[in-house]
């Protein structure tokens, strides 16, 4: 069974820092581009950063530049975005997902084509 769980969402005042976490299980996991995405309330889904099969290579949206740090641990199955200066803008559910296709910098930030995503986890950012 394929499974992607993000964890590490939270509550966190502005300027804080949080890490997010997404365990892959039921695939082969290095085969996989991964992306990280967000939905808002009354906002369409926006892509925030992706990271190739190796780890190697990253994109992020202008969005979240120099503030959100993707990462992969190929041993562990595990992705994460390290989340820093965070705003009250950045409030909203939070997930992850697999992409089988090849790294293609910002394309890999549209979420149609990804194969697999998960629940979600909701980060909120208090003023």
């Known amino acids: 069974e394929v499974q992607l769980v993000e964890s590490g969402g939270g509550l966190v005042q502005a300027g804080g820092s949080l890490r997010l976490s997404c365990v892959a299980s039921?695939?082969?996991?290095?085969?996989?581009?991964f992306g990280w995405f967000r939905h808002a309330p009354g906002k369409e889904r926006e892509g925030l950063s992706c990271?190739?099969?190796?780890?190697?290579?990253?994109y992020y949206a202008d969005s979240v530049k120099g503030r959100f740090t993707i990462s992969r641990d190929n041993a562990k199955n595990t992705v994460y975005l390290q989340m820093n200066n965070l705003k009250p803008e950045d409030t909203a559910v939070y997930y992850c997902a697999a992409d089988l296709r090849w790294f293609r910098s910002g394309s890999s930030l549209l979420p149609g084509g990804y194969d697999y995503w998960g629940q979600g986890t909701q980060v909120t950012v208090s003023s």
């Open positions: 039921g695939f082969v996991f290095d085969a996989y581009v």
């Open positions: 990271i190739s099969q190796s780890g190697g290579s990253t």
